[in-house]
T-cell receptor, first 115, second 114 residues
C-alpha cells in the first residue's frame, strides 16, 4: 500500500534562510508526487508536481523539489524563505496504476518563519 | 473566479443533526474528490466521482455519509446523525479525466459538532 512520511512535524527557520522539507514515500514503482501548501483555514494550493522526466522540478513561489528514486524521497527546497511562506506543507503521492487518481497525503509539516 | 468552490465555509451543528455540504468543481473537470482533514493531519480520501458515477468510497465513509453528483456537475456530501468525531475540514477537489492529474482544491467546509 502507498504511504507518505513527513518526518518533521514542525520546522522554524529565520527569514532569508534556506529551507528543506523532507518527504519519503512507499510505493512499488515510481509514483506521481505532489507538494501542496495550506494557509490557516484555507484549502490546498499546488506548489509543484513530478510525473516523469527531469528529477528536479520547479514550482511556484520559488520552490523546487528533487525526486530521488534510490531514497524514495521528494524533498522540497527554497533558497531564501520569506515571512509569507509560513504555512503547512503537505507531500502527496498518487499511483499511476490507480483508476481513481486519489492522493495519499503525509501528515504535514508546519513552517514557522522568524523575523 | 473559476476555481473550486464550497459552501458553506463553516458549519456548527449539534450532535444528531444532519448536515449537507456542496462543492462546485472547475467546469471542465470530470473527476471530483472529497477528502476529510482533522487537526494536525493531512487530508484523507473519502470518495471519488467520475462524471456522475461514484466509483470508489473509502472505509472511512460510514453508512451515515452519502455523496452525490447529479448530472456530473456539483456534488453534495451529507452526514446524517452527526457525531463529535465528524468535526473536521471537508475538502473537495476536482481534476481532469486522466489517470493521475493535478487536483485543484476548494477552500473547504469546517464542520464543528457540539
Amino acid at each position: 500500500a502507498q504511504s507518505v512520511t513527513q518526518p518533521d512535524i514542525h520546522i522554524t527557520v529565520s527569514e532569508g534562510a534556506s529551507l528543506e522539507l523532507r518527504c519519503n514515500y512507499s510505493y512499488g514503482a515510481t509514483p506521481y508526487l505532489f507538494w501542496y501548501v495550506q494557509s490557516p483555514g484555507q484549502g490546498l494550493q499546488l506548489l509543484l508536481k513530478y510525473f516523469s522526466g527531469d528529477t528536479l522540478v520547479q514550482g511556484i513561489k520559488g520552490f523546487e523539489a528533487e525526486f530521488k528514486r534510490s531514497q524514495s524521497s521528494f524533498n522540497l527546497r527554497k533558497p531564501s524563505v520569506h515571512w509569507s511562506d509560513a504555512a503547512e506543507y503537505f507531500c502527496a503521492v498518487g499511483a499511476p496504476s490507480s483508476n481513481t487518481g486519489k492522493l495519499i497525503f503525509g501528515q504535514g509539516t508546519t513552517l514557522q518563519v522568524k523575523p | 473566479d473559476t476555481g473550486v468552490s464550497q459552501d458553506p465555509r463553516h458549519k456548527i451543528t449539534k450532535r444528531g443533526q444532519n448536515v449537507t455540504f456542496r462543492c462546485d468543481p472547475i467546469s471542465e473537470h470530470n473527476r471530483l474528490y472529497w477528502y476529510r482533514q482533522t487537526l494536525g493531519q493531512g487530508p484523507e480520501f473519502l470518495t471519488y466521482f467520475q462524471n456522475e458515477a461514484q466509483l470508489e468510497k473509502s472505509r472511512l465513509l460510514s453508512d451515515r455519509f452519502s455523496a452525490e453528483r447529479p448530472k456530473g456537475s456539483f456534488s453534495t456530501l451529507e452526514i446524517q446523525r452527526t457525531e463529535q468525531g465528524d468535526s473536521a475540514m471537508y475538502l473537495c477537489a476536482s481534476s481532469l479525466l486522466i489517470v493521475v492529474d493535478t487536483q485543484y482544491f476548494g477552500p473547504g467546509t469546517r464542520l464543528t459538532v457540539l
